[in-house]
């Protein structure tokens, strides 16, 4: 792409698919104000599926919600301009997504989503195009082949709530590889390695070949950035770029800032004051059995780094409870390290950054576990219970089951908030730390004001 | 990563028994270690099934894919070296006999030589990243705790290990018949559960994403102490969870685990499988018939409670409670794997025919075949073994000093079954892809 300070747009794209692929940049010049604008118009509809995502919308609802966002965001007065501005925008985030793998992670995630449901929304012309342009793996399955494995496809069906099939009803035969979501529901029948794919879960294959190109992509973008585009581009593109992502994720909340350090001692008072019920059932859990898995040492530990507790309190905090448990020394062979891990004083050396929400929800918490987020991992009435010890009234209680039931779980811990809080919380909770932050930030108020 | 599997220490070490002055003395330690090292550990069977024939003389082999694969030791000390790899079979025995090892981790074959790694680090390009590694699951039965009454922990006996049966036949089943492998190594753990390697070139090739495809497909339990249940069945069983119920659990249910562990024998066992029901209506008729006396007929109480219950349930005047029939055979029954062991390609997973510190006893490989045979408390210890040596007499063959001790009939079934099959077909496969590109080279020139 050629980017060009005022002058029209040149036009010289072949692209005629609704559906574009973005195989290649296309070869067509852009205005800069254009470049921006059209990468922040897409950041909005990428961000507005994340969040969708982790509301834990369904698939009709997602649907709906990239629809409205597409329209509402990525249409252009002029309709020749309509498709430019789809390859432009993905092609600007590229370069803005390809820096560090939690942003292609990010991207990749989000740009697969859209596709996933642009292609659903899409004309069944549509979809064949789609389908042509890709290479795809598969045959479908002789009528013959068909009978023999009939009444296994039809078990499947019925597993997952779908009518029995007729007898002429298409299926693709693809190495199971090739649908791994597909796989993961168990909403395919596999045999001998090969998954029966329905006509209408086509999408899965069609979105798990997009990825693995776009993900190829992400990679190679960011050697080219990192190799020349940077370098050339430092007092034009560069800057563009570099604030295009921080503009609109916020804050990651690897740095505390705001209340500088917390000390071990403090630990037990601000967590009745000011964690969210997420770390707060860990760190009782913590402190009540002098152990927690994985998921949990992680969760925990990197919020706890987020609130401004130091490595070395860290480490003497988590051996005090560990060591109850599996004595002093075994801590410090197998636990010390992971701790000091966390706050990249050993293998990557990467500072990790705490758990989001979003981050936090996604997670599938198994036997013996305790992370992942109340709301959405808790039954009905061990959440009821959690609310009350944390001094929830009842009528609060019942508007935070209601966005439950609607799976709304930012929502709920927002209500949460404001009712521990007895304040308003508008702009919601998007981060265990901000929760921290914003408890903090009111009850010095409420300190203040007394004082 | 933590190694929460490594417990390694010492302190209740088991004294020698009491009255076997001549004998080896019971446990483990470091100087046995280095006799087993020494005499029986089959490192050269270790090397070849790591080498997946890329140590032959065909052209297509690849000379440095063993030497990119990493081990690790972890040494009687607790010293933890990671990223160990070696360039030949003398070179990795060497190692192991000198480092004497308590435990052998094995981690994925990498881009480039991972003892080099810092060195590839410098450019820049992060070229240091797993290209090929098994597919592995871990199977634990402390997982099983909550529903086991004989043991818990780190104790297993053979009231629970069936358990572990019961895992093996489910999930060895379904990646042969379902995702078609063939190349399949079950081994005991050396203490408390079972270690599962796949080893098709297609296996060791899968990304993380198609490895955590492959767990989830597998994985029924869903919640944990917090919600309410273990197992969440939505409507008719998927084929693979309908082959699992009634050709595995349902009749080691019934058969075994219900009276074995005594699943409804008291109010508060019962109130357990009661609270998974949530028709009152179903429970509370139960709880009636159940309270307060036990069963005056001849049948176990366990099973005749059972029977009870099936028949509310599947009589059922509402629609579905049969499928809580299901649940509760899937909560007690169905296999329990550590799923991050699966999900990622650089996880590190010990070495069969090690040794477990804490047991003395060997991981030696499981066929999954006959898995009922295997009797845990049976495995070979380290001093049994070296008891053997002791009595076995000398001057025997030197390469195959193993084959006069209880541990030949493993290193016997690892090679006929596993490794010979496994070989065969990497050798095939080689020849296959190699004659592929050769004909596509010819037909480059032809034109």
């Known amino acids: 792409m050629e980017f060009v300070r005022t002058q029209r747009v040149r036009i010289q794209t072949d692209a005629v698919s609704t559906l574009p692929l973005y195989r290649s940049a296309p070869s067509l010049e852009v205005r800069l104000e254009d470049f921006e604008l059209y990468a922040m118009d897409r950041l909005r509809v990428l961000k507005g599926i994340s969040d969708g995502l982790s509301r834990g919308k369904k698939p009709e609802e997602m649907k709906k919600l990239v629809d409205n966002l597409w329209k509402a965001n990525m249409s252009h007065p002029d309709s020749s301009e309509v498709i430019n501005k789809d390859i432009i925008s993905h092609f600007v985030l590229r370069l803005v997504y390809c820096r560090t793998e939690d942003l292609r992670k990010w991207f990749l995630s989000m740009e697969t989503a859209l596709f996933r449901y642009r292609f659903l929304l899409g004309s069944s012309e549509d979809k064949r195009a789609s389908m042509a342009e890709f290479d795809l793996p598969c045959k479908a399955v002789s009528s013959a082949e068909f009978e023999n494995v009939r009444d296994k496809l039809n078990q499947v069906a019925r597993s997952i709530g779908l009518p029995i099939l007729t007898a002429d009803a298409i299926f693709y035969k693809v190495p199971f590889e090739e649908v791994p979501e597909l796989i993961a529901g168990r909403r395919v029948y596999i045999h001998k390695g090969y998954a029966y794919v329905a006509m209408h879960q086509v999408v899965s294959l069609v979105v798990t070949q997009f990825r693995s190109i776009l993900s190829k992509a992400l990679i190679l973008t960011n050697r080219k950035w990192t190799s020349t585009i940077r370098e050339q581009e430092k007092d034009r593109l560069t800057p563009i770029v570099e604030a295009l992502c921080t503009s609109y994720l916020g804050p990651d909340y690897s740095q505390p800032k705001e209340f500088g350090e917390i000390s071990v001692k403090d630990l037990d008072q601000i967590s009745k004051s000011s964690f969210p019920l997420c770390m707060r059932h860990l760190f009782d859990k913590l402190r009540e059995d002098h152990h927690l898995k994985h998921g949990g040492r992680m969760q925990l530990g990197l919020f706890l780094k987020g609130v401004g507790l130091k490595l070395e309190d860290a480490l003497a905090f988590w051996k005090a409870e560990f060591s109850q448990k599996v004595g002093a020394e075994r801590f410090d062979k197998e636990y010390a390290y992971s701790i000091r891990h966390n706050y990249g004083r050993e293998g990557k050396r990467t500072d990790y950054t705490p758990y989001s929400c979003q981050k936090i929800i996604s997670l599938t918490p198994g036997v013996g576990d305790h992370h992942g987020c109340p709301y959405r991992h808790f039954s009905d009435e061990n959440l009821r219970a959690a609310l009350d010890r944390m001094g929830v009234g009842s009528r609060a209680v019942e508007d935070v089951m209601d966005k439950v039931r609607n799976r709304h779980y930012q929502l709920a811990c927002t209500s949460t908030f404001e009712a521990v809080h007895n304040s308003q919380c508008d702009a919601g909770i998007n981060h265990p730390n901000q929760y921290f932050s914003d408890s903090q930030k009111i009850l010095q108020s409420k300190n203040n004001a007394a004082a | 990563m933590t190694i929460e599997e490594a417990e390694n220490g010492r302190d209740d070490m088991l004294i020698d028994g009491p009255d076997r002055a001549n004998s080896i003395p019971d446990g483990f330690n470091a100087n046995y270690l280095k006799v087993y090292y020494g005499r029986l550990f089959p490192h050269f069977d270790i090397f070849k ?122 999930i060895d089943t379904a990646l042969r018949d379902d995702f078609g492998f063939n190349h399949i190594l079950w081994v005991y753990s050396g203490r408390r559960g079972v270690h599962c390697w796949v080893c098709d070139g297609k296996a060791r090739r899968l990304t993380n994403e198609q490895r955590g495809a492959i767990a989830d497909y597998f994985r029924v339990y869903k919640g944990n102490e917090n919600s309410n249940k273990k197992v969440s069945l939505t409507g008719p069983l998927h084929p693979f969870l309908a082959r699992s119920y009634t050709e595995v659990l349902m009749a080691f249910f019934e058969g075994n685990l219900l009276s074995s562990q005594n699943i409804l024998s008291t109010e508060e066992r019962y109130e357990k499988i009661l609270s998974m029901i949530p028709d009152e209506s179903v429970t509370s008729e139960l709880r009636g018939k159940w309270q307060g006396r036990s069963s005056n007929s001849k049948e176990d109480i366990n099973v005749h409670r059972w029977g009870q219950l099936k028949h509310m349930l599947q009589s059922g005047k509402q629609k579905g409670q049969g499928l809580r029939v299901h649940e509760i055979v899937f909560t007690f029954t169905y296999p329990r794997l550590d799923m991050e062991v699966s999900k990622h390609m650089n996880h590190l997973l010990k070495a069969p025919f090690c040794v477990h510190p804490k047991t003395g006893r060997v991981c030696i490989p499981i066929d999954p075949e006959n898995c009922e045979e295997f009797d845990p408390t049976a495995v070979p210890t380290l001093s049994e073994l070296l008891q053997e040596l002791n009595t076995g007499g000398i001057g025997a063959d030197v390469d195959d000093e193993w084959d006069k001790t209880s541990l030949g009939k493993s290193v016997r079934f690892f090679r006929s079954s596993f490794l010979q099959p496994l070989l065969k077909s990497c050798k095939e496969e080689m020849e296959t892809s190699y004659n592929a590109k050769l004909q596509q080279t010819k037909n480059n020139l032809s034109w």
């Not at chain 2, 480039?112 to 871990?138: I, S």
């Open chain 2, 49 to 170: 099934w790591m080498c997946y024939g890329n140590d032959g003389k065909h052209p297509a082999c690849d000379k440095s894919y063993f030497g990119r694969r990493e081990f690790s030791f972890t040494l009687d000390n607790d010293i933890y070296l990671r990223f160990q790899s070696f360039n030949s079979a003398s070179e990795l025995e060497s190692s192991i006999r000198e480092k004497c090892p308590f435990k052998i981790d094995i981690g994925p074959v990498y881009s480039v030589d991972p003892a080099k790694r810092h060195a590839y680090a410098q450019g820049g390009d992060n070229v240091f990243a797993p290209v090929e590694r098994e597919l592995v699951f871990d199977i634990d039965i402390t997982d099983y705790d909550d529903v086991r009454y004989c043991c818990s922990g780190a104790d297993v006996c053979l009231e629970c290990w069936p358990l572990m049966t019961v895992a093996i036949k489910v």
